[in-house]
């Protein structure tokens, strides 16, 4: 026997007992990791004032230091009328939220995710992208907090299926997850570049075929279902913060078990309604629950305590107006500073096997009967 699979042997012996222990063990869990430090790393493309993007550091009249940035050339786009683009399986199949393989640079693979609950008015890129392809970077080191890890990059190239753009602008937040077992041994990184609702609502539409693995989607081309009949329909509202109209969030309105909730649709969430703990004692009397779990809920990596400790609220009737279902969860997440602007989200947990149509042009979601 040789010393790989005498390994193999003994963690999978002690994966199966752990798993059957009562103890609190994350077996595989996630970590946050910070990035490398691009102000030291070597061999690095900084931008200049000949690349598609450049930025400076700038004083405002206050004395604070902070920057601006300037697009040298605008962002190419090339698709055909209707673009399509297959599903990362492996990514979906493990999170369940839409995501499409992406190529950047010398054809390399990620995963893209098409996320209506990010609102950058960029790509979300992370350290390893900029470094396997040379992506011009500018790390934003005069910022403070969180901002003060992050990077603005130019993404000379992404293509999602028969869909290119060329020379747009990314941001880096500076770190990455870290998949370990047992906290000790890593297993993998995360790879995902995210695709924000900024970007996706310039087109008219992106339509989800679950059952297919794929994702259609247009600039030119209205959405036009073959039978409305054959159709659910929610009405949808994007609205932008007040003191930055480039941070959008997309809103649905339809009843919950005959209650108005209005959750924020986020198409880069895996499960299905989010919502803290003082939105669930409002209208916890308006379900059955059946069963209950305890789990850690993995938030955006960049924001605070991102691992809250949640339940997992199992109800009997689960009404999404006139889509009924039963036996679904419901993630009750303690309060937090995080959630700015909903304390109810909607991810695409219950959409699973459907055909799902993020209607930008006529402000509506589609859900196939």
């Known amino acids: 026997m040789n010393k790989k699979y005498a390994l193999y042997i003994l963690l999978s012996a002690l994966i199966a007992i752990l798993s059957g222990c009562d103890m609190n063990i994350a077996i595989i869990d996630n970590t946050v990791i910070p990035d490398i430090d691009f102000t030291a790393a070597s061999n690095l493309k900084l931008m200049d004032h000949h690349g598609p993007i450049f930025i400076q ?20 786009v090339d698709m055909p009328d209707i673009a399509t683009a297959d599903f990362h399986l ?17 054809d390399r693979t990620y995963p893209v995710i098409l996320d209506t609950g990010a609102n950058l008015e960029a790509l979300i890129v992370q350290d390893i992208h900029i470094r396997q392809n040379n992506l011009p970077v500018y790390p934003l080191t005069n910022s403070s907090g969180p901002e003060s890890k992050m990077s603005l990059c130019a993404v000379e190239k992404l293509q999602l299926g028969d869909f290119k753009i060329n020379d747009c602008t990314g941001v880096s937040w500076g770190q990455h997850i870290e998949l370990k077992l047992l906290g000790l041994i890593p297993l993998g990184r995360s790879t995902d570049i995210c695709f924000p ?3 996706m609502s310039k087109f008219k539409y992106f339509e989800f075929d679950i059952p297919a693995r794929q994702v259609r989607f247009s600039i030119k081309k209205s959405f036009e279902p073959e039978n409305e009949e054959n159709w659910h329909r929610f009405p949808m509202t994007i609205e932008c913060m007040e003191n930055d109209p480039t941070k959008q969030f997309l809103f649905l309105d339809l009843e919950i078990n005959g209650k108005c909730i209005r959750p924020m649709l986020d198409t880069g969430a895996g499960l299905g309604l989010m919502m803290n703990n003082r939105l669930w004692q409002q209208v916890k009397d308006n379900f059955e629950p059946i069963g209950r779990r305890k789990f850690n809920f993995i938030l955006p990596f960049h924001f605070e305590g991102n691992k809250p400790r949640c339940t997992a609220v199992k109800v009997k009737n689960l009404n999404l107006g006139d889509i009924k279902m039963t036996g679904k969860e419901i993630t009750v997440l303690p309060e937090t500073k995080n959630w700015k602007k909903a304390d109810c989200i909607i991810g695409m947990g219950y959409f699973q096997e459907k055909t799902v149509t993020l209607d930008f042009e006529n402000k509506t979601l589609w859900v196939k009967k």
């Open 57 to 76: 550091e700038i004083v405002t009249d206050d004395g604070y230091d902070t920057y601006e940035y300037s697009s040298n050339r605008v962002p190419i």
């Open 90 to 106: 492996s990514e979906y199949n493990r999170n369940n939220y839409m995501v499409v393989k992406g190529k950047m640079g010398d």
């Open 197 to 199: 609702l900024p970007m």
